[in-house]
């Protein structure tokens, strides 16, 4: 009897490991153990439930927070060892392992010695409720390419409130930063986009017509001071019901919303994913997407389209046929070096999908909101203008100093940045820590950052080769405003830790000087 039993333990051991189904069904709906229906009703954005789905190619999953969002991840079952992955963003991907038993799922980070956090399957009450919680999904669009909106030819440059007020905005502020970007010399370099992020929504009025919270109390009249000093407004909302910090967003609303925003002489809309991933997948954004990108034409308004939703599903390969100016190509910036240089050096295989009317986003510049060093953000602004990234200013123009202002308002950064060819740099040279990147410019020019992500000061070089030079160049340094001397056969230049040596590079003309003359 014993020997029988250690024989069948053995045969599920090896059947466990050779992934066949498990004994028990992970597919479903988990919520936490702790879970009262008072809490759902309460504090649903509080909660996190687990969805798992049977998809075509196995199974596949999201993680909802009733109202707030939802989230996609892989899942991967053996026996009943679960792995699951979520995908916040590209690159942005958290792994979480469990074991399922007949009626518990407990998850926790791989290795964490930390108590996992148990899930039940929800009772007929609770499974009610979260029906009631998840609004149903509205028909899309069928997909189509676009036609361009002939905006954003060059980069979008202007300021966003998020980077430093995250919600703590209103029209005052946005005034005082306005007549800043006059006084400070921003505007005149280029940064004439006054985007206002989330913070701005307040409720719908009878008609459903999406109304300003109390710190706006009129709209038109704040667009109407913007483009009197040069200046265009850009505001935010989400195709979810929620924009991502909570406020009311334009789900079931967005052509409404979309004449709204025309009406009130918007000319910029940033639309962050946020609480639609409650309601629609990740496949759908494609749809979800033009759907606004539709309904802002139907305004008869230019405005710019920003696509947010993290660079996720490739939307480089979609987001100008969805209407799309620029998309995020990353999880939000921060003002840490490790965060701004993570996402500015993984941008190198997106260059071929940018160009004029349609961008690549790594986010807003963190400039001047004090966390990083001078050199640091000299390495965040030249390289954010060898991408050809949209320069959106994030931090508090009022009271920026003379050394942030001349960093942001540098014209010949701006001008690599803006340049008309519109054609993002890419690595050319990477020898740990240190990378070379160059960018084609207009009139046979190219720009040339040499970067050193190390701790210790270094000397980069990058041979003409390197460089796709057919000739010696003259070189120009553009933060030293100096010229430098190159090599016979290479550039080279000593770069502080963290720092970048930024050049333009123009091929030497032909030797113009008469040959001498023959004896
Ligand atoms: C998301 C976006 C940010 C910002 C916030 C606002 O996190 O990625 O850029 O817009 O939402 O809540």
Aim: proline content about 8%.
């Amino acid at each position: 009897m014993l020997v029988a039993l250690a024989a069948v333990v053995a045969l599920a051991a090896m059947l466990a490991l050779a992934g066949s189904a498990s004994a028990h069904d992970l597919v479903g709906t988990w919520v936490p153990v702790e879970l009262t229906p008072d809490m759902l009703a309460r504090e649903p954005g509080k909660v996190r439930v687990l969805v798992v789905r049977a998809a075509a190619g196995g199974l596949t999953g999201k993680v909802v927070i009733p109202t707030l969002a939802g989230i996609p991840l892989t899942v991967a079952q053996q026996g009943d060892h679960v792995r699951l992955v979520i995908t916040m963003a590209r690159g942005m991907e958290t792994p979480i392992e469990g074991t399922l038993t007949a009626d518990r799922l407990s998850l926790g980070p791989p290795g964490s010695t930390k108590p996992p956090t148990m899930l039940r399957r929800p009772t007929d009450e609770e499974r009610q409720a979260l029906e009631r919680l998840a609004p149903k999904k509205l028909p899309l669009p069928a997909l189509q390419t676009l036609p361009s909106n002939g905006l954003a030819r060059t980069p979008p440059m202007g300021f966003s409130t998020w980077n430093h007020f995250q919600t703590n905005i209103d029209d005052r502020t946005i005034r005082a930063i306005a007549d800043a970007l006059v006084a400070s010399g921003m505007r005149d370099a280029g940064y004439v986009y006054v985007n206002i992020d989330d913070g701005w929504q307040g409720a719908r009025d009878d008609q459903g017509t999406l109304r300003p919270n109390e710190k706006f109390p009129d709209m038109k009249a704040l667009a109407d001071y913007l483009h009197a000093r040069g200046l265009k407004l850009g505001i935010y909302t989400s195709p979810g019901p929620k924009s991502c910090a909570g406020f009311e967003a334009s789900y079931g609303h967005e052509a409404q919303d979309a004449r709204t925003f025309a009406a009130w002489g918007v000319d910029y809309l940033k639309y962050d994913w946020c609480s639609a991933g409650m309601i629609y997948d990740d496949d759908e954004m494609p749809a979800v997407y033009q759907k606004m990108g539709e309904a802002l034409r139907a305004t008869g308004r230019p405005i710019v389209y920003s696509l947010c939703q993290y660079g996720r599903v490739d939307v480089w390969k979609w987001g100008a046929a969805a209407g799309g100016n620029l998309w995020r190509t990353t999880g939000d910036i921060a003002d840490a070096w490790q965060i701004m240089a993570g996402i500015g050096f993984a941008q190198d295989d997106l260059a071929p999908f940018a160009g004029p009317g349609h961008w690549n986003d790594p986010d807003m510049l963190e400039v001047g909101n004090g966390r990083m060093t001078a050199a640091e953000y000299r390495t965040h602004m030249s390289l954010w203008a060898l991408l050809a990234a949209p320069l959106i200013a994030g931090h508090d123009v009022r009271s920026a100093g003379p050394d942030t202002t001349a960093m942001l308002t540098n014209r010949a950064v701006i001008a690599i940045d803006q340049d008309p060819l519109g054609r993002p740099g890419r690595r050319v040279v990477q020898r740990g820590p240190l990378e070379v990147w160059s960018r084609s410019l207009s009139g046979e020019r190219s720009a040339v950052g040499f970067f050193n992500r190390g701790t210790t000061p270094a000397k980069i070089e990058a041979t003409f080769a390197e460089l796709g030079l057919a000739r010696r160049p003259v070189a120009r340094d553009v933060w030293g405003e100096r010229s430098l001397d190159v090599l016979e056969r290479s550039v080279a230049a000593d770069v502080e830790p963290h720092g970048v040596v930024l050049l333009v590079l123009e091929a030497r003309p032909p030797d113009a000087s008469p040959s001498p003359p023959h004896q």
